[in-house]
């Protein structure tokens, strides 16, 4: 029986994949729907069809970095006995995570963000969502330190949590501009080496 007018069978896991890896390397701006239809091997009704959007195929996308190529950070927050030791633990996955490819490196959901002024609302806020759903994890990081003593009740967990994302997004960067893994490394130190002295000055904010 003939095949005619059928359409082509493809992987949507493999086309998904594709969609990440060019996503990752030139960004969501600079990533042309020529450009995706050329590396998933689709046509643009088909990849419509699938994908339903260039934004939602962004996002589907960065979900499956999480999964992927981003996963190895974050599930291991709560496994050290100190806040001290999660943040320093975090840092050092994430120095090797970020350099673990010759191209792309870094993060996705940092490197590949758009520009927020004229930029696609739903993938400005779908990434704002989710950078701050780790700040929130680290927040509750340093709360459980605060409960469990390691650290002072008066400590200001939320300026600490957006100090520590600022490194890690700044690792990111230093990663795509081809900074060495030893050098990331020692970023995660220095933040180790303060660690005790910041604790002791970042003192929330008296009402």
Avoid at 184 to 201: E, F, K, P, R, S
Wanted: glycine residues 10%; hydrophobic residues 40%.
């Amino acid at each position: 029986m003939s095949s005619r007018g059928r359409p082509r069978t493809f992987s949507r896991d493999d086309a998904l994949r594709s969609a990440m890896e060019i996503f990752w390397d030139k960004g969501f701006d600079n990533t042309s729907l020529a450009d995706l239809t050329r590396v998933m091997g689709l046509n643009p009704p088909s990849l419509y069809a699938a994908f339903g959007s260039k934004a939602k195929l962004f996002l589907e996308a960065v979900d499956l970095y999480g999964r992927t190529d981003g996963a190895g950070i974050w599930e291991f927050l709560d496994e050290a006995p100190t806040a001290k030791e999660a943040i320093h633990d975090l840092l050092k996955r994430s120095a090797k995570n970020f350099t673990q490819r010759d191209e792309p490196r870094g993060c996705m959901v940092v490197l590949s963000a758009p520009q927020m002024e004229g930029g696609d609302a739903a993938v400005c806020d779908g990434l704002k969502v989710r950078r701050l759903e780790k700040q929130g994890a680290l927040e509750r990081r340093l709360a459980r330190g605060v409960a469990e003593g390691d650290l002072p009740p008066t400590v200001d967990c939320e300026a600490i949590a957006a100090y520590v994302t600022s490194i890690q997004h700044g690792m990111s960067i230093h990663a795509r501009d081809g900074a060495p893994r030893h050098v990331l490394l020692a970023i995660a130190d220095c933040c180790a080496a303060g660690w005790d002295g910041m604790v002791a000055t970042m003192r929330k904010a008296q009402g």
